[in-house]
């Protein structure tokens, strides 16, 4: 299951994101927002948040104008990975390289094709593992407050 949320900067993207799920019968949670009046983006960056924190939701997807404001929020939120994206690349690498749990996106620097674009990517590619997972363990261990710089 995925969940989705946006503030008013984010509602087309999401929008768009949310029939491509629809379409490819992908089940999710939309945690809001459904208006273009403004409105508080981390209530709604927690609430997504929380619930892949939770195991409720596999991933999440998470929109405002930028990005960079529901990104933050849900980096608060213990076991959370998530990463702004606005190309196909970063799409990919933030799921193959750092395990990524949370996609953030921008409804004022991309459109509604490229978000529905980065969606497909993100959500349909897998995490590498491998020599990532020392680096994944080692962002863990910061959030933890086990992290020790080794010489």
Known sequence: ??????????LDIKNAVIEYLKENN??????GC????????????????KAVSSGKA?????CCGTGIGVSMVANKVKGIRAAVVSDAFCAE?????ND?????????????????????VFLNTEYEGGRHAKRVQMITDIENGNFEIKD
């Open 1 to 10: 299951m995925i969940a989705i949320g946006c503030d008013h900067g984010g």
């Open 26 to 31: 992908i089940s999710f949670t939309d945690f």
């Open 34 to 49: 459904d208006r273009a009046e403004s409105v508080d983006y981390p209530v709604y960056a927690y609430q997504v948040a």
């Open 58 to 62: 596999d991933r999440g997807i998470i």
């Open 93 to 97: 690498m933030t799921r193959r390289h």
């Open 100 to 120: 990524a749990n949370i996609l953030c996106m921008g409804g004022r620097v991309i459109d509604e094709p490229t978000a529905v674009k980065l969606a497909d």
